[in-house]
């Protein structure tokens, strides 16, 4: 049984920054993929960006490209979303997830284990 448990949310000011944290438990193949996604009231689970595990490479959203970055600790399991230059419009809960799709999977039903997700808050 695979594990994620995310940590890192709270509240900062526009143009500000925030590093959340991942941390995942159980079997972890080298094909899989951690995602990162968003959610605000009423709406879906939105796309931020996804790193292969093995590989490293990542992909973002259009939307964070240049602001938002992925990287991992594999001693500690841990996958990092590093948040640049935070917008009212990033506010959302965010959630990290894996899957096992080979190409970039950007939707949700393509994942299969998530977290419980962390709160995001930007002020204007």
């Known amino acids: 049984q695979v594990q994620l448990v995310e940590s890192g949310g709270g509240l900062v000011q526009a143009g500000g920054s925030l590093r959340l944290s991942c941390v995942v438990s159980?079997?972890?193949?080298?094909?899989?993929?951690i995602g990162w996604f968003r959610q605000t009231p009423g709406n879906n689970r939105r796309f931020v960006g996804a790193m292969r595990w093995s590989s490293g490479n990542a992909a973002y959203a259009d939307d964070v490209k240049g602001r938002f970055a992925i990287s991992r600790e594999n001693s500690k399991n841990t996958v990092y979303l590093q948040m640049n230059n935070l917008k009212p419009e990033d506010s959302a809960v965010y959630f990290c997830?894996?899957?096992?799709?080979?190409?970039?999977?950007?939707?949700?039903?393509?994942?299969?284990?998530w977290g419980h997700g962390t709160q995001v808050t930007v002020s204007s």
């Open positions: 997830a894996k899957t096992s799709v080979l190409s970039t999977a950007t939707m949700s039903n393509m994942y299969n284990y």
């Open positions: 159980g079997r972890v193949f080298s094909g899989d993929a």
